[in-house]
C-alpha cells in the first residue's frame, strides 16, 4: 500500500498539521497523557501572533492533535512556557481530587512594543481541570508584572521540594532570572545567573532547571537549561547547558564554561517534561527541530517546522568531569524494525551497500566504525556514510581523525534553498578511541545523530528534493573496519 505524502513531511517526529510552529511548550505529564503544547500561528508558515497548539500523546511518538489551547488576548500574544500539576491546589483552581493543570507563560504585549516600552513581556498563568482540553485564563494576570526588562520570558516551573516552593526560572537579556512562590500566584525575587558566565553571543531563551541523578551513583547535581540567539557553535539557535547545584534560591555551577547539549544547527528552545512519575524518573527532553535564521524561509509549503524526537537526558560523570548524554526515548524502538545486518567490513575508498530492503526516506542506521591505523596508506583521515537520491544530491555524514571532528555535510542537498547558514558543514569537536559509535535517525527532512550513545548529539534539518535510495560508506586514504551495522526502518 503506497501511502501518499507531501514532500519533506516527517513520518515520526511530531509537525503541526497546518502552518506555522516553533518552541515546545507546556510539557507535562498527566493521567497516562503526554502533553506537547507548541508555539503556534495558525493562519500563515510564517510567525505572527502566538497562540498554544496542543497534542497529547501516550507513547511519546505516536502524537493526537488537539484544539488550540490558549489564544492572544488583550493582554497580548501567548509567548513560551511551561505547565504543572498542581497536586496539591496551592492554587485555589481545583481540588486536591481534580489537582488543576496549570500553565505559566509569557504574554507579549505588541501595543507596549510598538510604543517603545520596554516593560511588554510579563508572566501569566490559565489552568485546566478537564485534562488540558479546555483552559482558563487567571482573572488577575498578569502574576509577574515586568521589572523593566525589555527580554523578559520562557517561564519555567517546577516544584522545589526541600523548600516546599514553587520556582520559576526565566530569560532576563542575556542572563536568567529565577523566583519563588507558594501559590504560582505571587513572586518573589531569589537570585540571577548568568553574568559572565556561558555564552553570550545572543540572548537568552528558554531555560530550564531540574535535579538529575548521576548516572550509577545516588548523587543528585542541578541542570541549567538556556537556549541562546544567536551564538550556538555552528550559528544561529542553540542550547547550552551547566550543571551545579541549586539550593533554592540560586545556582551555583561546577564551572563558568557552559557545554552544547547539540551541536547541530536545528535543536532549539527545548525544555523538560514535567510531572513525569518517580517510579519511572526519566527526564524526557524535546526541542524544536529548526534554526531562528532561516526558519521562515525553509521549502516545505502547508507547515513549517517539526519537533526533534523526544530525548532522554542523563548525567554521566567521567574523569571527574559532568556531561550530559541525550538519547531517543526507549518507546521509539517499538516502532522500529530491523531490516539489514553487518558484521565485519573492511572498507576503503567509497563502497557502497545495498540496500534495497530498506527504506532510506524514514530510517534508524546504526554504525561502529574502527578505523585502521599503520596501512599502507596510512592512517585515514576521513570516514562515514553518503546518502544519495535520483536528483543525485548527497548527505555526508562522519567523521574527520585530522581535525577531530564529527561533521553532517548539507551542502549538496536542496541547493534551492540558498541560505548560506542552511548550505553548511557542521562540525563539533570529539575524541574516539579505539572505535566509534554512530546512530543515525532520518525522517524525510531531518537527521539525528548520536554519537556512543549520546554523549555527542548533532541535528539538522535537510530537503533532498526525492527520498534517499543509496547507501554508501566511504574512508579517505586508509581503510577503516565496520565493525558492525544495524539497519531498521521505522514504521
Ligand atoms: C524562542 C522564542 C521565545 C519566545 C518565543 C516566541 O524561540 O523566541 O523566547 O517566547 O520564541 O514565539
Redesign the pocket.
Known sequence: EVIETEKFRPQFHFTPEANWM??PNGMVYYDGEYHLFY?YYPDSTV?GP?HWGHAVSNDLVHWDHLPIALYPDSLG?I???SAVIDWQNTTGFGSKDNPPMVAIY?Y?NMDGERAGRNNYQYQALAYSLDKGRTWTKYKNNPVLPNPGIK?F??PKVIWHEESEKWIMIL?AGDIAKIYSSKDLKSWSFESDFGKGIGAHGG?W??PDLFPIQVKGTKDKKWIMLV?I?PGGPNGG?ATQYFVGDFDGKTFTPEKNESDWLDYGKDN??GVTWSDIPKEDGRKLFIG?MSN?IYAQTVPTEKWRSAMTLPREIQLVKEDDQYKLTTFPVKEFEDSKVLKMQINKMLFSGKSDINNIDLDLSSCELNFVFKPQKGSLNGHTTAFGLLLKNDADEELKIGYNMLSKQVFIDRTKINTQFTDSNYLSEDVAQYSIGEEIKMKIIIDASSVEVFVDEGKLAMTNIVFPESPFSELSLFSSLGSVELESAMFFNVE
Open positions: 516553533n518552541d508555539q510567525w502566538m500574544y509567548f513560551s512556557g509569557t507579549h527580554d520570558r520562557d530569560a540572548v531563551e528558554c537556549s540567539n539557535s532549539y528552545a524544536w531562528w
